[in-house]
Nanobody, 120 residues
Framework: QVQLVESGGGLVQPGGSLKLSCAAS????????MGWYRQAPEKRRELVAH???????NYAESVKGRFTISRNNAKNLVYLQMNSLKPEDTAVYYC??????????????WGQGTQVTVSS
């Protein structure tokens, strides 16, 4: 069994910064891509940022230049540094990964989500 646990959400003023972390644990053979998604009230879940096992990244247009995704492969961690936050960044942020578990089965996992609220 594999678990993803996010942390780092909270309340921040516009223009502020937050750093989200996501830790994957359990029976893991190898992790492929990792990513962050978000879902605002009454909106669809959307991709925020994505990083491959080789470190290639892509971002939603709305966060380019403000957010940075990174990962620590040795520790099965992925981060999302969020700067210059705007009220429209308010959402529940979810970590997602696709991986091969200890039995060599390919699966996709989601974290439970962490709330980010940008408000004065």
């Amino acid at each position: 069994q594999v678990q993803l646990v996010e942390s780092g959400g909270g309340l921040v003023q516009p223009g502020g910064s937050l750093k989200l972390s996501c830790a994957a644990s359990g029976s893991i053979f190898s992790i492929n891509a990792m990513g962050w998604y978000r879902q605002a009230p009454e909106k669809r879940r959307e991709l925020v940022a994505h990083i491959t096992s080789g470190g290639s990244t892509n971002y939603a247009e709305s966060v380019k230049g403000r957010f940075t995704i990174s990962r620590n492969n040795a520790k099965n961690l992925v981060y999302l540094q969020m700067n210059s936050l705007k009220p429209e960044d308010t959402a529940v942020y979810y970590c997602k990964t696709d991986l091969f578990d200890g039995s060599m089965r390919y699966s996709v996992y989601w974290g439970q989500g962490t709330q980010v609220t940008v408000s004065s």
